[in-house]
């Protein structure tokens, strides 16, 4: 097992330098961004649409909206079945789709893993473009230069590498905060000069592009890879960040009535009907939650920081450095910082920007061991 492992981590990284380094020869990168996933129905709009069935070379439909879903047997548009897996849906201009607009043309494909079919809408966009549309949604365009420059950057290392990482799909990122925030046609002229500048450069470790992550606020330490996910990743160590002060979510607090946490548990498919008592009884070595366990009338509940932050919600505990107690019926929470805490603190950057760091200086203080690449 062990041979065999280490034979396919070898294919895979040796997969990777080769597309990283023949990128050059190549252009620019394409990714195919799902901007939707649907199991019931969808609109599209926007001018001059009509839809096409690439396999027959057919126009199906044409004028807006578009009302999409998925079938057993193909897709419906306008309630008309269509007995195709995958339609394009081509426009003059901006296309709608829900609260997303975006260039020209989408893929609509019918995928039936996981049970049920459902309709991806997938917008297939070039890295730069996409680059520029993520910075655009993730950080303050009204922050430094450099530190939209280092966003760019590591949003386009971090898309690279999901791209190389997700063959089997017909799509390489989601449009959310699963992966990155992208913000489709809307770019604002500060990301696109941020992303122009650092046109093609890629955070690497040993030559291979790197996981790229990021986080609003870390409240004065990164977590490592290791005790976040359990990844042991020489590039992402956890360090210290005193540059984040400005952070809005520095300190957060919340108070979850106990009888939401216990519908929470119970969603999750644990019998519990009442919480007696709650401990944290691990912290990693940044000081955010590991371990925690809940004192039920079912019994003992184990949890993780992080399977807490997701029960109760990720917008009520905003990270896992938080401190947490019962008190009359309730779940009381005091918190620090905002998000995973790995990788790039976000607000740190903003931070060492206005202090006069360089974009480089401030990736490689949050991504020690990495160099930068030009990959086209």
Known sequence: MRSTGLKALLATSTLLLALLLGA???GEEMLRIAVA????????SGPGLKVVDPAAGERVAEGSPLLLAPSTRGILVNGELVG??????EGQSVLRVRDLSVEREVEVVRDERGGSPRLLIIHAV??????AATVSKEVPTSWPEEALKVQAVASRSFAVYRKFHAPDRPYHMEAGVIDQVYGGAKVHPRARDATRATFGEVLTYQRRPIKAYFHSCCAGHTESARE???????????VK???????PAQRFAARVPLKDVVKALRRARLKVKRIDALKITKRTKSGRVAKLVFE??????DLSGEDLRRLVGYGV?????????IAGGVLVVEGRGSGHGVGLCQWGAAGMAKKGKRYQQILKHYYPRTKIMRMY
């Not at 195709?84 to 849906?89: D, E, M, P, W």
């Not at 070039?126 to 680059?131: D, I, K, L, N, R």
């Not at 960040?241 to 952070?247: G, I, S, T, V």
């Not at 039920?296 to 509940?301: A, E, K």
Request: charged share 20%.
């Open 24 to 26: 050059a020869a190549r």
């Open 37 to 44: 996933q649907v199991k019931t129905k969808i609109d599209i």
């Open 84 to 89: 195709a897996t995958r339609l394009v849906v």
């Open 126 to 131: 070039p890295m730069e473009t996409y680059v």
């Open 228 to 238: 976040g996910w359990g990844q042991n990743l020489a590039y992402l160590p956890g």
């Open 241 to 247: 960040c005193a540059y984040d002060q400005a952070c």
């Open 296 to 301: 039920t009338d079912g019994g003992r509940v």
């Open 317 to 325: 505990i905003k990270s896992r450095h938080f401190d947490a107690h």
